[in-house]
C-alpha cells in the first residue's frame, strides 16, 4: 500500500479548518453603553442646554428624591443660570439677565446671598434704561415746536379774529396744532351763545384731520364783557 501524500493531508486539514470558520458566525461589536441621566444632565449643563437640563433634574427628583446627587446637580444647575445672567447682562439684554437670575434665585431660594450681586447690576441697568429712556422723550418733547402757545405755562390765551375769516383759519390750524401736540384741554370762550357751536365745529374739523384718534377736551365759557377767544391748557408731562 502507497504512503497518503502528505499534500493531500495537508489540503484536508486546510479544507476542515475553512469549513468550521465558516460555520462559525461574525460577533457584532457591542454597542457602546448610553450615558445615565446624571451624564446626561451634566452634559446639557455643560453645553448650556439650560431649560432641557432643568427639566431632566425635575425628573430625577420626581423619580428619587433621596438621591445625594440632587443637590449637587442642583447647585451646579443654579451657578450655569448665574453665569448666564451675567453675560447676558454685559451684552445689555437687561431682560434676559433678570430671567436667569430668576431661575437661579428659584434653584436656590436658600442662598440669596449668591444672587444679590448680579441682582444690583441689574437693578443698576434698569435705571440706567430708565434714565435714558426719560432722556430720550425730552428730547422729544424739545423738538416738539409750538406755534401758538407757550407749553411751559400752566395756559395761553389767544383771541380770534373772528372778523376775518383768513387769519381765522390761520389760527385755528396753529391752535389745532398745538392742541393735538402738546394734549390741551381747550377753553372757547365767546361773547355770545351762537357764537361757540360753528367754532367749535372748525377746531374739532382739523383735530380731527391731524390725529383722528385724539379725544378733544372742549368747554364752553360766555363772557358777554370779552372777546371771542381761545384758552389752551396743555398737560402736564
Known sequence: ??????????????????????????????????????????????????????????????????DPRLEQYQRKLAEAYLTRSQIVLQKGDVNAAATALSRARALMPKAPALTSGVNGAI??????????????LRAAEAKRTAKIIDPTVESTT?????????????????????????????????PRTDDYPWLATLLSKRVTKINPD?????????EKSAPAQIILKPAKL
Open 158 to 190: 389767544i383771541e380770534l379774529k373772528i372778523t376775518d375769516s383768513k387769519q381765522l383759519r390761520r389760527q385755528l390750524n396753529d391752535i389745532a396744532s398745538d392742541v393735538t401736540a402738546f394734549n390741551c384741554e381747550v377753553i372757547v370762550q365767546v
Open 123 to 136: 437693578a443698576h441697568a434698569r435705571k440706567a434704561e430708565l434714565e435714558k429712556a426719560e432722556a430720550e
Open 214 to 222: 385724539f379725544e378733544l377736551q372742549i368747554q364752553r365759557e360766555i
Open 1 to 66: 500500500m502507497k504512503p497518503f501524500p502528505s499534500r493531500y493531508l495537508l489540503l484536508a486539514a486546510f479544507s476542515v479548518l475553512l469549513g468550521a470558520c465558516q460555520s462559525k458566525p461574525v460577533e457584532a461589536p457591542a454597542p457602546a453603553a448610553a450615558p445615565d441621566a446624571y451624564e446626561q444632565l451634566d452634559q446639557n449643563i455643560a453645553s448650556s442646554e439650560l431649560a432641557t437640563a432643568e427639566d431632566q433634574l425635575a425628573a430625577l427628583q420626581s423619580k428619587d428624591p433621596e
